[in-house]
């Protein structure tokens, strides 16, 4: 773990992580990720902290603004269920504009790192929707769905 980090539960250095993640404090995932985490979001699945630290850095590169709030975050022995909202702002999407999705986690625990993490959130929110050709047809089958 980092000499400068003074959270030591898991719980503590998620949040904290989470808090002010961006390019630089992504040297910090080792103090929250296992060396074998598997980590799944709509996305894709990656497994390994070097694979996950490639994510991130793919994910947060271009943004402007990143900001996750941490809503709810409940750790049991090893599980952990964690709900958030995430809000960030790129060029590439949104003409620019911020773009806030809401997402929920559940995680698994191993020796006081997240071993497994599984992210959940709608992946239309965040970007199908932001894209010009892509929003009418993502409005288009939600209204189709709708009661």
């Known amino acids: 773990m980092n000499q400068h980090w003074s959270p030591s539960t898991i719980e503590e250095r998620f949040s904290t992580f989470y ?6 404090t992504l ?6 990720y296992h060396p074998d985490v598997t980590f799944v979001d709509p996305v894709g699945s990656y497994q390994g902290l070097d694979h996950l630290d490639a994510y991130f850095r793919k994910l947060l590169s271009g943004n402007t603004d990143n900001h996750f709030v941490i809503e709810q975050l409940r750790f049991k022995d090893t599980i952990g269920f964690v709900t958030w909202r995430m809000n960030f702002t790129t060029p590439r999407l949104n003409r620019g504009r911020n773009i806030v999705v ?23 929110s965040m970007v199908y929707e932001h894209v ?8 288009s089958i939600r209204t189709r769905m709708a009661l």
Not at 27 to 32: A, P, Q
């Open 132 to 139: 010009p050709v892509l929003r009418k047809i993502v409005r």
């Open 27 to 32: 040297s910090m995932l080792g103090d929250v």
């Open 102 to 124: 809401d997402g929920a986690s559940a995680i698994s625990v191993e020796n006081n790192l997240v071993s497994f993490q599984r992210d959940y959130y709608d992946l239309g």
């Open 19 to 24: 808090d002010d993640l961006n390019l630089d």
